[in-house]
């Protein structure tokens, strides 16, 4: 049995949890597919799930600690019987699956970009050391692994499912007393169908106010090269590329973007790939399906024209 843990937003499943499930699916010579959707008034969630999964189990612990997270996974795996757990490698599945490993005394298979199953062992490529290599890891059953997001095309929907309520045993570790998040401006990055990108080349942490003109006309996300996070013009988690996010949008525009290869890591899966530089010889437009070869700072405002208008 593989069980997949689901990702959603209290409404909706996540990108990353149809992803999770597409990688499930690769994986079903190891067995039947089930999935847990924890956390409070689940059901709605849960029924979506069931449109992609023959069992699904639901886990209803309130709030998001890690300890519940891992103690309604591992409920889950008792009832399931499952050899192999697969949840997002976002920040949140980061926290919770190694006490996940832990308790079903599994490998950990993290953060991975491709995974097969060989015969009772899952082979998985995944970055390493600071991402200047890729890897090939081999784990035996019983394994718990994480995908990176925006490495496996999502699931589509395959008939209907029954539902299942888990009872979990509560932890009494950890409470959280407050939770205070970050005001979320705009789409998210990593779900995305487009992504606008500055690059150093704009000049100014000010130059972005165009940036995000240009993401909010398109409905789009705004992201970052990592030359211009180390330069504290915008924060880390907009940064894509391989020490950053990995997107795959259906269009990304990339403005005054370089296009180093650890930048292109993040980036290069993008159905459309549109480039602005004023240098022609710049390596983004070598995976550039469209270029413009000019100056940033003239070519956006134009951009901005022409998508407002395309909009009216
Ligand atoms: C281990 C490691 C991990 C890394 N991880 C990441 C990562 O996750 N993400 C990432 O992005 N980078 C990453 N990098 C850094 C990467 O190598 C590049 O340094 C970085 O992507 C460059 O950012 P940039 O394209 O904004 O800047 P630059 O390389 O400085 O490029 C700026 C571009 O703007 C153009 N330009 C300048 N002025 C204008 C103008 N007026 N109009 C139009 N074009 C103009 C220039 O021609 C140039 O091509 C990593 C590096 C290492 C070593």
């Known amino acids: 049995m593989i069980l997949v843990v689901l990702e959603h937003d209290g409404q909706r499943l996540r ?167 970050e005001q979320k401006k705009g789409v998210s990055l990593t779900e995305a169908t487009i992504v606008v990108t500055g690059g150093r080349g704009l000049g100014s942490p000010e130059a972005f106010a165009k940036v995000e003109e240009l993401a909010s006309v398109l409905g789009a996300a705004v992201g970052a090269t990592r030359a211009v996070v180390d330069a504290g013009w915008r924060p880390y988690s907009e940064q894509v590329g391989q020490t950053g996010k990995t997107v795959q949008p259906n269009a990304y525009i990339a403005l005054a973007v370089s296009g180093a290869v650890q930048h292109q890591a993040g980036m290069n899966k993008s159905k459309y790939i549109v480039a602005v530089n004023k240098d022609a010889e710049a390596p983004i437009f070598k995976i550039a399906d469209y270029g413009i070869v000019g100056d940033v700072h003239q070519v956006l405002p134009a951009l901005i024209e022409a998508a407002k208008k395309l909009k009216d």
């Open 15 to 181: 990108k990353s949890a149809l992803e999770a499930i597409g990688r499930a699916r690769q994986l079903e010579a190891l067995g039947p597919l089930a999935g847990v959707v924890i956390g409070e008034n689940t059901q709605a969630v849960a029924q979506e799930a069931s449109q992609y999964l023959p069992t699904v189990y639901v886990a209803e612990v309130g709030g998001y600690t890690a300890e519940k997270w891992a103690e309604a996974a591992y409920a889950a795996v008792q009832k399931s019987g499952a050899q192999v757990v697969i949840a997002s490698g976002g920040r949140q599945g980061r926290t919770w699956t190694a006490r996940l490993a832990y308790r079903m005394k599994a490998g950990l298979l993290e953060d991975t970009l491709e995974t097969r199953a060989e015969g009772n062992h899952i082979v998985a490529t995944r970055y390493s050391f600071l991402n200047r290599v890729t890897e090939r890891q081999r784990a035996a059953l019983p394994v718990v692994l994480t995908a990176k997001p925006n490495t496996t095309p999502p699931a589509e929907p395959q008939g209907s499912g029954g539902v299942e309520v888990l009872n979990v045993a509560l932890p009494t570790g950890v409470e959280v007393l407050e939770r205070l998040s």
